[in-house]
């Protein structure tokens, strides 16, 4: 029963939020990554060619960005069952803004190493001015994923019955109580 159960949990668990990490750390560095690159390609510490760093990471930020999208969309179903449709579209639209930035922002970094040295220098200032705007399209990402997560109990539409039958199930659950409930022996200051 026991490895029924493990496969069954592995079959179930989302991957969702597993990718959306590397996106959202990504955003957060990306701003000083860039900034540094700037500051040192504009002090002559670092050649132009250092810039690269800067769009190698965006390209990254993009890439595991657009597949913490996909499988967001793989969930939404299956999640709304649980949350309702407005918290899922909050979310959605956040990411799509998030996504429009983060191509916006990759598109300005390598525009900055291709074109000529005058313009290169105003470009990469703009795209690393726009990486804080992704840091902030990500936190609005984040937030809106955190409620769904912790206010609206999305969680939930990938629980399965304990051994018992406790939707939710775990060790803090009581018998017949919704997901995510409390267990009625224990107050909220324990």
């Known amino acids: 029963m026991v490895g029924e159960q493990k496969e069954f949990i592995m079959e179930t668990l989302p991957l969702h939020p597993k990718l959306v990490h590397l996106p959202m750390a990504l955003a957060v560095l990306m701003p000083l990554i860039a900034g540094g690159l700037l500051l040192a390609w504009w002090r002559d510490v670092l050649p ?5 760093g ?4 965006q390209a990254a930020l993009m890439a595991s960005g657009l597949a913490s999208f996909n499988t967001g969309e793989r969930d939404e179903e299956r999640v709304e069952a649980v949350v309702g449709d407005a918290p899922i579209e909050t979310h959605e639209e956040a990411a799509t803004m998030f996504l429009i930035g ?5 598109a300005l ?5 291709l074109v000529p040295l005058g313009l ?8 690393t001015l726009s990486t804080v705007a992704v840091l902030w399209l990500g936190v609005r990402v984040g937030e809106a994923g955190g409620k769904l997560v ?24 009581a018998p017949g109580a919704a997901p995510g409930a409390a267990r009625p022996d224990r107050d909220d200051d324990d």
């Open 48 to 52: 132009r060619r250092a810039w690269w």
């Open 54 to 57: 800067a769009v190698l990471l």
């Open 102 to 106: 983060g191509g916006v922002t990759l």
């Open 109 to 113: 970094l390598l525009a900055a190493a």
């Open 120 to 127: 290169a220098r105003t470009l990469a200032l703009a795209g």
């Open 150 to 173: 912790y206010q609206h109990n999305a969680g939930a539409a990938f629980s399965q019955p304990a051994i018992g039958g406790a939707p939710g199930g775990g060790p803090g659950a």
